[in-house]
């Protein structure tokens, strides 16, 4: 019988013990994909396989992000499909669909999702509220990462906005921390706005944080790693896409994004060190 533990409790005891954050965005683009892959008759499966096969040993988490599927038909459902029966037990997978619907409609994505595709954590969008979160967290086992504030420019149009004290994106990351009664909540929070990260950071200092935003995007990893940890060194995932996807368009792709991905935990392991936890 396999031990039940909470989605948290999961993430962070991988993060513990494979000393590592990262969490690689399989975000395959049919337009990035290496040329020489174009002739197979499903390159995005292809290419989506060969990453996992080369990286699977050094990754907390893989992050699906449903878009790129979606866009290739049958190919990308298919590839979807596939995927989610390639990773290993050690390793979490999270699909980022940011749904967020009615309580009746929300159902059908976690039969879809949890049961069917076996995933471990999704990305959920909380505007329409409480109802819409609720079917989502009933299994422990089963984390969302809920977006709070995020990396793109339209942020500003929303979650900064003040409600009452507290920024708009505070306040979700506060509903989170009602909401984790089953100790499996966490939030997305980008790499671009490291006040705000450092606000949501304190306000719930031991929520796990999903990070995109560095590598293509920019963010600042250093400073990510010094405030985005919880109070007991975890809690945090890293998210790399197209940084590590990309790191070569030749037929050594996917040796050249083991590379890439071990730059990113080396880097993330002398951050450790150099810098202190700030909670
Ligand atoms: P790269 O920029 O290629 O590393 O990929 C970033 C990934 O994170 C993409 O799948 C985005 O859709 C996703 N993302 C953001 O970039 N910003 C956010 O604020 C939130 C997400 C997300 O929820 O994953």
């Known amino acids: 019988m396999t031990e039940k533990i909470s989605f948290n409790n999961r993430l962070n005891m991988l993060i513990s013990n494979k000393s590592s954050f990262l969490c690689i965005g399989l975000d395959p683009d049919i337009d990035k994909i290496p040329a020489h ?4 008759k499903n390159p995005l499966n292809i ?36 995927l989610c029966t390639l990773i290993p037990k050690d390793v979490l997978l999270i699909l980022d669909g940011k749904r967020g619907d009615i309580e009746n409609t929300a159902r059908k994505y976690v039969k879809a999702y949890f049961s069917d595709m076996n995933a471990d ?40 906005l003040q409600v009452g ?3 708009l994106y505070q306040y979700v ?14 939030l997305v929070v980008g790499a671009t706005d490291m006040e705000g990260f450092e606000i949501i950071r304190h306000t719930t200092p031991d929520l796990p944080i999903l990070v995109p935003g560095i590598g293509a995007q920019g963010g600042d990893m250093e400073k990510v790693i010094q405030i985005g940890r919880d109070r007991a060194g975890t809690g945090m995932l890293i998210n790399i896409g197209r940084d590590i996807l990309y790191a070569s368009d030749g037929k050594d792709f996917a040796e050249k994004a083991r590379e890439k991905a071990q730059y990113y935990i080396k880097e993330m392991t002398r951050l450790v060190h150099t810098s202190w936890n700030y909670i």
Request: charged fraction near 25%; charge should be negative.
């Open 37 to 40: 892959l174009k002739y197979e």
């Open 165 to 167: 004290k507290d920024s």
């Open 47 to 82: 290419f989506t396989e060969k990453i996992i096969e080369a990286t699977k040993d050094l990754v907390v988490a893989y992050k699906a992000n449903m878009a790129f599927y979606e866009s290739e038909s049958i190919n990308g459902l298919e590839t979807l499909q596939n």
């Open 121 to 160: 954590a999704i990305t959920i969008n909380p505007y329409m509220g409480y109802d819409s979160v609720k079917p989502f967290i009933q299994d422990a086992q089963k984390g969302v990462f809920i977006l709070a504030l995020t990396s793109n420019p339209g942020a500003n149009d929303f979650q900064n």
């Open 173 to 186: 990351a506060r509903k989170a921390l009602e909401w984790n009664k089953n100790n499996n909540c966490g």
